[in-house]
């Protein structure tokens, strides 16, 4: 049961407090033995202006500062668990990332295998091709190279303006 002071509570008798710094030495009383009396109850009487007891846990106020002090560990709870799980999860793929820089080391190593200079030689071999020595080897003249002519079909006013754009073409050439 809680307790309200009111102004006829022991804390406000102003009296009785002072009183004990108002007395000679010689006036203070002695303290009263207590009498054991096993057949007296303690008497119970009732403070005016007194409230009934309340349960504390079911006020709005209090209640509503529950409610959110669980929902925030709800969401510090949840958060925690979202990063458990994400940092699993970068776990996994920086396992993975390490295994693929190793396949991709073995494939490059592999390459660099399979395009040398040897590789292809001996490939070359097995394909029934050899190497050509001096005495196959044939040289060609370019020095000198073919003309190719194309005459064209064009009768008529077209074909005579093409012939004198060339003709024109080829005098500036040959003035160079």
């Not at 009934?52 to 510090?76: C, E, Y």
């Not at 396992?95 to 292809?120: G, M, N, P, W």
């Amino acid at each position: 049961m809680a307790y309200h002071p009111s102004r006829e509570s022991v804390a406000y008798d102003y009296d009785a407090m002072m009183s004990h710094f108002s007395r000679t030495p010689a006036e203070v009383p002695e303290p009263q033995q207590p009498v054991h009396n096993k057949q007296q109850k303690p008497q119970f009487r009732a403070i005016p202006g007194g409230k009934a007891a309340v349960n504390t846990l079911f006020r709005p106020k209090v209640f509503l500062i529950m409610m959110a002090v669980l929902l925030a560990a709800g969401v510090v709870l949840h958060s925690y668990m979202q990063v458990t799980v994400l940092t699993s999860e970068v776990a996994d793929a920086r396992t993975e990332l390490v295994e693929l820089r190793a396949i991709q080391t073995a494939l490059l190593t592999k390459q660099e295998y399979t395009l040398s200079d040897e590789a292809i030689e001996q490939y070359a071999q097995e394909a029934g091709m050899f190497k050509l020595d001096n005495s196959q080897v044939e040289w060609y003249e370019m020095s000198n190279p073919d003309k190719v002519e194309v005459s064209g079909s064009g009768a008529g006013i077209r074909g005579v303006l093409d012939s004198l754009i060339h003709s024109f073409s080829a005098t500036l050439e040959y003035l160079r």
